[in-house]
């Protein structure tokens, strides 16, 4: 029996699904945004069924959306995209953002809702990043309003390294073109 244990190990270790894990990760802030609001509440971002999964998919040349082989989200993309736009916009605006449930006692200026329609690695080395994204006011701090963004990001790989840096430099352009709408 206990010479049937390092197979065991083995095959078990084999079977356990170590596939690499990427980050959505956006890059170093240069700048900083100086906006009318104090506070910013960033809502649950809205992904697309297909990029809700841990999957890190690739649009094939017929236009189908297939798995990379070997690779996986580091975190729920929902969860992972929410988080670096919040980030994103905190380290680039001088205003306190925090992704919701908002954390502090008073509640914030504004709150951003982003409704995302395609997040798609095309075929072509582009990542495309469209939807709308809606900033409410309770107490209208600002004037409310809906804006549509369709980023398009250059993929020089279509690499799992390559999709998940394109899907932080467009978190990124999505968290800029935010702030220069709330920009004073």
Request: glycine share 4%; net charge negative; proline share 7%.
């Amino acid at each position: 029996m206990f010479r049937m244990l390092p197979l065991v190990v083995l095959l078990v270790s084999a079977c356990a699904g170590a596939e690499p894990r990427y980050l959505i990760d956006p890059p170093d802030v240069t700048g900083q945004t100086r906006l009318a609001v104090s506070t910013i509440e960033v809502r649950q971002v809205s992904l697309p069924t297909y990029a809700e999964g841990s999957d890190i998919l690739l649009e094939d040349a017929d236009g189908a959306l297939m798995p990379v082989k070997s690779a996986a989200w580091a975190d729920d993309p929902v969860r992972a995209v929410t988080l670096a736009l919040a980030d994103q916009m905190g380290r680039a605006s001088n205003a306190t953002v925090a992704a919701e449930p908002w954390p502090l006692e008073d509640s914030p200026d504004i709150s951003v809702h982003v409704r995302v329609t395609a997040m798609v690695a095309r075929a072509d080395g582009t990542f495309d990043l469209t939807g709308q994204y809606a900033v409410s006011s309770f107490n209208k701090v600002v004037r409310e309003r809906i804006s549509r963004f369709d980023i398009s990001t250059p993929m020089p790989e279509t690499t799992p390294t390559g999709i998940a840096r394109a899907t932080s430099q467009s978190v990124t352009a999505l968290s800029d073109q935010i702030l220069t709408a709330l920009r004073r």
